[in-house]
């Protein structure tokens, strides 16, 4: 009887945050247990990179937000789109500053456009997140919720790029800091508001899961043959990496570095993913081995040589976050997929981190013109390999069930 109870109440709990109107009597139900929505946003916060401001900008909302993780979710992207809107408001105000040189014009015009695509970006992940609440089924939810996450992970990119154009010596000293700060918070926000969604997309994949075995108790070997014909009636193996591709943020590389792998892929979402790491990984290799070539050459400044010794550094870090996520993603299985798969999420983020990083360090006059456009353009390759990368490992943990 108690188990009944319990599997009632996961019932409950789980239509909580799938039907409206359930949600609207719970809240009702709930009115006044504002405590509870606190100590929920609390502990889900201690999940995020940046747990102090997660829990700063989402306790606000606690009423609206109460215990579920999907308007917790979509709570933080509205906030994250918000700030982003108003630092767009606040940078494209620093052109009217009098007695500007052209070049910090320049700098303050293309992270006005860089915001732009943030805010684009964060209003499509939106959009994607209201599809997934009005889902029919998981094919449906997991295409929404990947989307989400794709745009998300997008948007955390922009902002990278964004601040890129404020370091070294260009603007002065008071703006450029107020600049930076405004866009690290974005980043920071955006960078919260992503870990809530893949939290609240792996607690629907555990959702979907339990329906499934509900349905398969009661239909038995109906629901799976089907779901299984779907898959197998797939064209060929090109056409699969090709469609996979379309959720990337550079669909045109994802294509022309995977689709030599597409007889290994065969139809298989997991092996697209691991076989988009394994040639991140070997691209990453590649571009080191080149970095520590290039920086024993005695033409360089002892500023530039600093600058490729600290980057060859960032880039073994990330073939260190690549290799344990490689490694990972083989052993992949029912037991420890999810603890496996957020080991992974984070270690794939965190090398596009470190590759930004890397890149970092070759802004400036200082350098030398043709060192800095080959490595960033080598370490740009590598990033965009990283984020595809992510998103097909995003994909791959949306539709597991
Ligand atoms: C910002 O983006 C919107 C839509 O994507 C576009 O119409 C507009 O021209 C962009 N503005 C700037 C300043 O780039
Ligand atoms: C990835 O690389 C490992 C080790 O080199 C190899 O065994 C595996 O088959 C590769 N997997 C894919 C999907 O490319």
Not at 224 to 245: A, M
Not at 341 to 358: F, G, H, K, P, R
């Amino acid at each position: 009887m108690a188990k009944l109870n319990q599997t009632f109440f996961l019932i409950l709990s789980i239509c909580y945050f799938l039907s409206p109107a359930l949600t609207a009597a719970t809240t009702a139900l709930r009115a006044g247990a504002s405590n509870k929505a606190v100590n929920f946003i609390q502990s889900s916060c201690k999940t995020t990179t940046y747990p102090a401001v997660c829990f700063h900008s989402l306790s606000a909302y606690a009423n609206a937000i109460q215990t579920s993780p999907k308007r917790l979710a979509e709570t933080a992207l509205a906030v994250t789109l918000s700030r982003a809107q108003s630092t767009k408001l606040f940078v494209s105000r620093l052109t009217r500053f009098k007695g500007l040189k052209k070049r910090e014009i320049e700098a303050i015009k293309d992270c006005v456009e860089e915001i732009n695509d943030t805010i684009d970006r964060l209003t499509k992940s939106v959009q994607e997140m209201k599809l997934c609440g009005s889902a029919k089924n998981q094919e449906q939810f997991a295409f929404h919720m990947s989307n989400a996450q794709t745009w998300t992970s997008a948007a955390l990119t922009d902002e990278n790029t964004c601040s890129d154009g404020f370091s070294g010596r260009v603007m002065d000293g008071r703006i450029k800091n107020s600049v930076r700060a405004r866009i690290v918070n974005v980043g920071h926000e955006t960078s919260n508001a992503l870990s809530l969604i893949n939290a609240f997309a792996k607690k629907m994949a555990v959702y979907f899961r339990f329906n499934h075995h509900f349905l398969a108790s009661l239909l038995i070997t109906i629901t799976i043959t089907t779901l299984k014909s779907v898959h197998t009636t797939t064209t060929t193996n090109t056409e699969f990496v090709k469609s996979l591709c379309t959720f990337t943020t550079y669909p045109r590389l994802c294509v022309t570095s995977l689709s030599t792998q597409s007889s290994l892929i065969q139809t298989s979402h997991k092996l697209m993913a691991h076989a988009a790491l394994n040639i991140t990984l070997a691209s990453a290799k590649a571009t080191s081995a080149m970095m520590v070539r290039v920086s024993s050459s005695s033409r360089l400044k002892p500023r530039e040589v600093s600058a490729m010794r600290d980057c060859v550094e960032e880039l073994g870090d990330t073939l260190e976050e690549l290799r344990k996520s490689i490694g990972e993603m083989g052993q992949l299985s029912g037991s420890n997929y999810e603890v496996y798969m957020n080991d992974i999420q984070t270690w794939v983020s965190a090398a596009l981190t470190d590759e930004y990083t890397c890149s970092d360090g070759f802004e400036g006059d200082e350098m030398n013109g043709k060192v800095k456009v080959l490595v960033r353009g080598r370490i740009l390759i590598i990033a965009h390999l990283t984020s595809n990368a992510l998103a097909l490992i995003n994909h791959f943990a949306s539709i597991h069930c």
